[in-house]
């Protein structure tokens, strides 16, 4: 084995052992990461990223095809295919905490297929810190009104604050979308999310409002056979 090799291969294996002490524990806060990322800035921005990458697109397989390529029973978005990539995304947020996409995936993970909304609301407010500086911050302020609109609480009777908080989340995402400007995505885009703030009003008891976010969806509010049209 070259020396070279062996060096990379030992800064892996020391950054598996700083990932594993500080950051896979299933309770996340601001030290934990703060601690790990601090920690991992000794690594070389290119190597951070070369690893990132790596583990990247093993979580990327793993969502579509599943860990056996030939199992004819996996189906893509499924609980298994998301609930397998958990760690890989741990990793590349260790790695690269300025990245959106990772957080906004562990988030849907958390909320969704295991019921830790609050772990996951939690981790997209580390991500509101560390992606400060991102274009697609909107995503994760979006995915934050995602969570409080579909995941559910552990009360029905918390329905109407979940909805305020859904709001001002998609409030935020409006406004960082329109401060950076416009994004190809078909789901996180400003359309969407003016459509949405239009439902969560409509569901607050507030018709006025909820059709003048409609009209800035620029849909025709006649043709989609909504319950605003009414």
């Given at each position: 084995m070259?020396?070279k090799r062996?060096?990379?291969?030992s800064?892996?294996?020391?950054l598996?052992?700083?990932?594993?002490?500080n950051?896979?524990?299933?309770?996340?806060n601001?030290?934990?990461?703060?601690?790990?990322?601090d920690a991992?800035?000794?690594?070389?921005e290119r190597?951070?990223?070369?690893?990132?990458?790596?583990f990247?697109?093993k979580a990327?397989?793993l969502m579509?095809?599943g860990?056996?390529v030939s199992?004819?029973?996996?189906?893509?978005?499924?609980?298994?295919?998301?609930?397998?990539?958990?760690?890989?995304?741990?990793?590349?947020?260790?790695?690269?905490p300025?990245?959106?996409a990772?957080?906004?995936?562990l988030?849907s993970?958390y909320?969704?297929?295991l019921?830790?909304?609050e772990?996951?609301?939690?981790?997209l407010e580390?991500?509101?810190?560390?992606?400060?500086?991102?274009?697609y911050?909107?995503?994760l302020y979006?995915?934050?009104a995602?969570?409080?609109?579909?995941?559910?609480s552990?009360s029905s009777?918390n329905?109407k604050?979940?909805?305020?908080?859904?709001?001002v989340?998609?409030?935020?995402a409006?406004?960082?979308y329109i401060?950076?400007?416009d994004?190809?995505?078909?789901?996180?885009?400003?359309?969407?999310y003016?459509?949405?703030?239009?439902?969560?009003?409509?569901?607050?008891g507030k018709?006025?409002?909820?059709?003048?976010?409609?009209?800035?969806s620029?849909?025709?509010?006649e043709?989609s056979?909504?319950?605003l049209?009414?």
């Amino acid at each position: 084995m070259s020396s070279k090799r062996l060096i990379i291969l030992s800064i892996f294996f020391l950054l598996l052992s700083l990932v594993f002490h500080n950051f896979l524990p299933i309770e996340i806060n601001k030290k934990n990461y703060k601690r790990s990322f601090d920690a991992l800035q000794i690594l070389p921005e290119r190597l951070r990223a070369f690893i990132a990458a790596r583990f990247w697109e093993k979580a990327d397989h793993l969502m579509h095809k599943g860990p056996v390529v030939s199992r004819q029973s996996f189906v893509a978005g499924s609980y298994a295919g998301n609930t397998d990539i958990i760690p890989y995304l741990k990793f590349v947020i260790a790695l690269c905490p300025e990245e959106t996409a990772p957080y906004r995936l562990l988030a849907s993970n958390y909320a969704y297929h295991l019921g830790m909304r609050e772990d996951a609301l939690s981790l997209l407010e580390d991500a509101f810190y560390n992606c400060e500086n991102s274009k697609y911050l909107h995503e994760l302020y979006a995915s934050a009104a995602f969570i409080y609109l579909f995941a559910q609480s552990n009360s029905s009777e918390n329905r109407k604050t979940d909805l305020e908080k859904a709001v001002v989340y998609i409030d935020k995402a409006i406004s960082k979308y329109i401060k950076t400007g416009d994004f190809p995505d078909p789901v996180f885009k400003l359309e969407n999310y003016y459509i949405v703030k239009s439902r969560i009003l409509w569901e607050l008891g507030k018709p006025q409002q909820a059709l003048e976010a409609w009209e800035n969806s620029d849909n025709n509010l006649e043709e989609s056979h909504d319950v605003l049209a009414g």
